[in-house]
């Protein structure tokens, strides 16, 4: 599914800017790739933990064409700047214009890789709001449209790879893989299912005439969340080290039961049992979630989601005045299944789950509501659930919208 959500427009306008900075756009081919938003086992991924997500129908969006020299271009819809690389030292300098990207170019070089040159436009239909999410889909949909331009012999392991590396020398331990997975496999009308440990991924249907997921935004900004979140990263990393002083040879809280937890709390700091006792119970959940969708019991999924919001916000300490307003008037509305925090991101914001017949209420009631509350409009999405990165030639967009 590309329709919809303005990524038509946005593609017409990427073709615009293309043409007028490299005269033409035959030959070029165009590459989509879908945002993603984990639903449950958040900040379980550096314990190899288990996630629930799904991709959305916000999209990045890259038109590209080979080159016959060795000028890398890069260039964003809506701006009028144009990044000049070359394939001899594509990330210089290193703090300057599409500073994620230019390392995937790197590595690229480093691994003998990048061997001509390209043209490319950039644009994104992804909010914000939806933080690593957008990251991943930014990074993952550029990696594909340099592969499939330049004819790249790496395949889909190896490009999800790279794309983990580079996330690594730029965000640290937080990048999170399941989101790699997710906008790279992920399935219209599908959630997607990862265990970090095994590399295990499928996709499981949910009733997307049924239910539909709604995006709130406040608007309000966090400060630094990368850093809030790698924070969490090294007390879960303490917790670890406490705990195998009782329990030999676990690698990660992957490891440890809830029950031997709750034995062993007075064992470590009340801070560092609560970050450790979020992580166990998150990673438990994204199990059980697996259970309720097979049975199609999206009420217990739904109630799922909001002992996961209410022991981020609480256990993990990453809740704010903004999102738990967002989430407790949700939760007033009929037809909601469950709400919780998008985590990680830059401003305020949740998700939904709901009826998909209660959607124009729901998004009535949440804008009073926060408008009574916060004097100021609340930004609402209502998102699909998409494929994953998908390659559409210019010629197949022509077709598709004549």
């Not at 997500?53 to 016959?68: E, G």
């Not at 994620?100 to 644009?123: N, P, S, Y």
């Not at 926060?370 to 609402?380: A, G, P, S, V």
Request: aromatic share 8%; with cysteine; hydrophobic share 40%.
């Amino acid at each position: 599914m590309i329709s919809g959500n303005g990524c038509n427009q946005s593609i017409i306008q990427a073709k615009k800017l293309f043409i007028s900075l490299f005269g033409d756009a035959s030959g070029s081919l165009l590459e989509i790739c879908p945002a993603s938003i984990i639903l449950l086992g958040d900040h379980t991924h550096y314990n190899d933990g288990i996630l629930l997500s799904a991709c959305i129908d916000k999209f990045w969006i890259f038109l590209i064409r080979k080159r016959k020299d060795s000028e890398i271009n890069l260039a964003s819809a809506g701006s009028d700047t144009l990044t000049k690389l070359s394939i001899e030292n594509p990330n210089h300098p290193e703090d300057g214009n599409f500073r994620i990207l230019r390392g995937l170019l790197a590595l690229l070089k480093e691994e003998d890789l990048l061997r001509t040159g390209f043209d490319c436009v950039i644009t994104t239909t992804v909010p914000e709001c939806v933080g690593l999410g957008s990251s991943a889909a930014q990074q993952v949909g550029f990696l594909n449209a340099v592969r499939n331009a330049l004819s790249l012999n790496i395949d889909d392991e190896k490009l999800l790879t790279l794309v983990r590396r580079n996330e690594l020398n730029i965000l640290g331990k937080i990048s999170n893989t399941a989101h790699h997975y997710t906008v790279q496999f992920g399935r219209e009308k599908k959630l997607f299912f990862m265990d970090i440990r095994t590399k295990e991924h499928k996709t499981i249907s949910l009733d997307t005439e049924e239910c539909s997921l709604v995006i709130c935004d406040s608007g309000e900004r966090i400060i630094e969340p990368q850093k809030i979140c790698a924070e969490r990263i090294e007390e879960c990393e303490v917790g670890v080290k406490g705990l195998r002083l009782y329990l030999w040879g676990i690698r990660n809280l992957r490891d440890i039961e809830l029950e031997f937890l709750h034995k062993h709390f007075h064992m470590l700091p009340g801070r560092i049992f609560s970050r450790v006792l979020y992580n166990v119970k998150e990673r438990i959940r994204a199990h059980e979630a697996m259970k309720y969708l097979r049975k199609k019991m999206i009420d217990e999924l739904g109630k799922l989601l909001v002992e996961s919001h209410n022991n981020l916000s609480g256990e993990y300490d990453l809740g704010n005045e903004y999102s738990n307003f967002l989430v407790g008037e949700s939760l007033k509305i009929d037809g909601v299944y469950g709400s919780k925090l998008i985590s990680c991101s830059p401003s305020a914001s949740t998700f939904t789950l709901l009826k998909s017949s209660e959607v124009d209420i729901f998004r009535e009631k949440m804008n009073n509501a926060f408008k009574e509350k916060y004097n100021r409009e609340l930004k609402i999405h209502v998102v699909n659930l998409a494929n994953g990165v998908k390659k559409i030639t210019a010629k197949e967009f022509e077709l598709r919208n004549q």
